[in-house]
């Protein structure tokens, strides 16, 4: 290399970086919202929406599971028309970055967070505002929207601050559901549509119709049942099954919690080692599918939507890309019914057991907010009706019209934009806005008798296709989901869902391995032979018990306990 | 016929002086700055080793350093303690001590049979594609690997028995995992020997020729030893990483079978530490890996300097 | 000599092509992942979820592309990769060499002193959050394009690289300068620089690489100065389904682009260019260099 040359490049290198640097403020954002005017409102005046001043002020809103939004599309629009309030939207880019972490690091924290699994960070830190007076001064819809389940929202017995609100639908029902167990048409019609009531019913299914019908049209073999289990997915789809199948009730994750609120590995109960008992007999027989262990989720995918997949256990969000795949081959058959199985015919499937308000996530106010009023008036407009229908339907005239009765209906044609653009969202609006912030469930209906959600009971029926309306007809019912325990028939629990609690680190801690041990004691205990599942099922009850179940129990039961006591 | 390098001569301690400096400034004023910018980007944040020794979650996080729980070693005591370290350990230098053998045993090899590829052309698009797959992130390439060795995976209905590689829990999966990993990273990790090679005096080789000696011979004695400096030094900086092995492969490899074995330390940390919130023991954990990196580092180089080869440091 | 010409003819014997065998196995079975990527980012997405193995793409499609290239514009990261990328391999390059040499020279006083600070760092770190810190509140790097350069300034492993390199010229060259009366750095410059282009050539790749391929630094300092794996990671991630175990509402999981797919496309987009630029650092270290200048 010829010095001249040599020093010429470094001269360049220096010069570039110097360009860079000076350059470096001056370059667009092309991720992140746009920078609004962030002109202070008079804080403190008690209107219902909007700010005196009537200018507009930007709260920052960091949302963990979001996506990149301007807040420029009509429905944020209309929001900030009404409340005075631009959202500046910050979000995460994976599910497993430290933004959190790094927030508490920095001390800088945005106006409004959605917490989603940092809660417990985020109050220990301080970071989060006790919203109880302000909602009590300001935040009239929001009492109304919570009711009686605004209790629900205090964090604790030693601290009832209400840090956030709930993320999770109020009230409502569900017009679908997955059932504790999925199984194919095919499977049922040959059946004359009768569903399994018991797990040697549910066997006899599956072993004749594959001695029917080993291998599907394209010459793959029958699989009587298979699970996802190689990563987290196996609580949903061997954890939960056996506690809901043997007629467990309120979920708490891999928790059983007895009334004198004791709590215990769900698998220890006896009817549970009976249920993994036969799962073990399926193992061995083949008919559950040998690979599940070990198989990734796409092969998992790949075999349900090849349609040689007889019955699964999970939820529907989980196999949806198959379904997909498996209407558009037109094999409607191979699709999936939802089940309320059980065990034995005394077990009631949950499914449509209305569990409480879910608590432990939600969208909070931070303490570094320095406009809260504007904040907790901008989360009130959130939970009125107008603001939830703005949320769900869009923008009256644009989006939905109104009959004559003053019922909410969409055309056609907005129907159909949303099915196929996947845009809509961004586009309009609807859709963005309505999860994390307050909303109510499905069937919730207003003044007016139409549904705050876009889901009726009307487009739900609507959508059925085929052997969806075929069943119907042979069970005589409107809705698939009628032939489930109906909510009436259940006691609401005192305490909502425990899963979503936040909790303490001595809990996560024991809680983290518990479900390692879980997961693996589990998986050996279904793929052992079967004299060897007795062994195996009580080393991981032993083991469970080894690293502190009971401790963790203790936590999680007074924790209960006190939630309870909160809303008695 | 050996060739010898003049550089191992010894050099005499000698004695500090200004004199020294005066002559030597040329090279201070090249290092130096490197060594000031060293200690601002990677020693100041040593500070964060603190960490390890208090109790630091999310709610005292914020404290300054003075002001938050002192507690000893007891972060230490809770990772050493914990259910599954000893496993974690143990599978950390399993795959380790497999990974940097078998990793640097094939890369050299690899690097040596392709320096005696003849036909130029087809050597530069094997090198070049040989490296592909270090660029596949390890997602995909993972993904690849289970369809391959998963039970009725490619693998088991090309041989025709159940070969059971994903599904042994056993110290099977960490052979598994090194051969993956091999197979990603073998046409990259030659560059660095096949780089050593092209520095080989080519005169060397011919005057072996002139000598009789046949490809073997020259491979043998003059290649070899030829990047013998390079391939120690790469060996003792390896030793130095082995228990920092990493963790995005053994979590995207591992399934609910084979985790008793595939847990390392890296991802221990993570779970134990980030994962619950709990900074103390994560920077704990991490402390403990470098402090015996270190230690195995200096060990491996003193050895090294016994054995007569170059030394690291 | 004539001895020499005869054995210049180099014949071509059975083992060579022994090694041309084995190496095409070690070709297919090194391109097939990379067929797999390729074939599965041109192939319609929902045909890809009934079976991801292959090598062809069954039904070809350009929508994954597609997808990647309207999200976002990826014009300006583009041309913000290759800045950091040339610059930071440049600044790399020189810094590590320079570096390089000063340790090779064993009788620099602080030799061994300034070895032993080099390598440990290699195996210490104070974490995300020291770090973190340091750049953003110490320093105030935070979307200064110097965050790029900066930090990666050095890279220890590229300096023991170099180094052993350097270690292995003969000591003859650098006596002969020092008698002439050269000074260090012009000996650095001019006597062993140009003798290690093997060794520059192969850090070169490594820092080139390693900046292009960078986007944690993007993510978590310099947000406004995005580059082009930073806006890919973030489409991929987006394309990407967070699910939350109990989650009842799955409005958003309706219209996803299969993240598979994208992800391949993303993989394609992101090592092309690594592909295109590399055949001309190649030569340096494949083909073996002469030194004729040494007679030793």
Redesign the interface.
Known sequence: ?K?KK?KS??V??LA??ML??G???Q??????GESGSGTQSSAGSPEAAGTSSGEVIELRYYCG?G??NLFTDPVAQAITEATGVKLKIEYS???D??K???M????DYPDLIFTDDGS???V???ALMDMTELIEEYGPNIKKFYGEELDKLKYSSDDPSIYFLSS??VGGVSYKSDGNMQMQWDVLKENDYNYPKSLEEYENMLKSYIAEHPATEDGLETIGITLS????????TLGNPGYFITGGQQ?NGQWYVDENYNAQFHFFRSEEKEYYRWLNKMYNEGILD??F????H??Y??KI??GRVLSIMD????Y???I??LK?DGKLGKTYAGLPFTSEESYKCASLMYKGL?TGQGVGISTACKDPVAAIKFLDFFCSDEGQVLREWGIEGVNYLVDDEGHRYRTEEEINWEAT??D?GKKTGI?PY??PFPRYGDGVVDSTGSTFTRRSKEAVIAEYDEEQRAACEVWNVELLVDIFPQPDEFDTPLYS?S??YAKP?EY??IN??LE?IA??GL??SV?CSSTEFDAKYDKMLADLEA?GMKEAGEILGTIIKERVALVE | MKVKKARTATIQKQRFSLKLMWKQRYLLCMSVPFVIWLIIFKYLPLWGWTMAFQDV???T??LPLWEREFIGFANFTKAFSD??FTQTLINTLGTSILGIALGTFSAILFALLLNELRFIRFKKITQTISYLPHFVSWVIVA?IA??FL???GVLDTISGTKLNL??T?SMLIWVVICFVNIWKEVGWDAIIYLSAMAGIDQGLYEAAKVDGANRFQRMWHITLPGIKPTAIVLLIMSIGGALNVGMERQILLS???V??HTMVLSWFAY??G??????GVGTAIGMFQSVVGITLLLIANKIAGWMGESRLV | MRSSVRHRKNEVTAFDFVLVFIFLLILIITVYPFLNVLAISFNDP?DT????NLIVPRVFTLSNYRYIFTE??LM??FL?SV?RT??GT??GV?CTSMVAYVLSRKDFYFNRFFTLLFVITMYVGGG??PD??LI??TLRLG????VY?LPGLVGVFNIILIRSFMEGLPLSLQEAAMIDGANDFFIW??II??LCTPVIATVALFCAVGAWNSFMDT??Y?????TLQY?L??IM??ATI????????????R????P?SVRMAITIVATVPILVVYPFLQKYFVGGMTLGAVKD
């Not at chain 1, 370059?27 to 992140?32: A, E, K, M, Q």
């Not at chain 1, 939820?315 to 989980?318: F, G, N, P, R, S």
């Not at chain 2, 980030?274 to 900074?279: C, F, M, P, S």
Request: glycine fraction near 4%; charged fraction near 20%; charge should be negative.
């Open positions: 290399m010095l040599v490049l470094m360049l290198a570039g970086c860079m640097s350059c470096g403020q370059v667009p954002s092309s991720s992140g599971t996506e990149e880019i994976s599910s970055d430290q959190i972490a790094l508490i690091a920095e001390q417990t960070s985020l220990d830190a301080g999770y639908g289990a190689a990563d987290w997915r196996w609580m949903i979920d040998n690979e262990p070990t198989q990734t796409e092969d995918v790949a939507a090849s939820a529907e969000w989980d949806s890309d198959a997909k795949i558009a879910i653009d996947k809509y859709g309505i999860h869902p899963w979503a680190a996560n801690e983290q391995q390692e997961w693996s998986i050996s793929i690293a | 979650r999310p709610s996080f914020a259910r599954l993904s289970k369809m998963n039970a009725g994903m599904s829990n399934n609910g079978i985790q008793d779970i134990r980030i994962g619950n919130n709990n900074y | 929902t979820m009934r079976n991801v976002k514009d300006s990261p913000m800045a040339v610059i440049l600044t020189i995300l959050i973190y810190l953003t509140r979307n200064n394009f110097a350069i410059l001019r620089m140009p993510y978590l310099a947000r406004n100065l995005p806006v990671y973030e991630e987006k967070k699910i939350d175990p109990h989650a009842v509402n799955a409005e958003q999981l219209n996803s682009v299969s598979l």
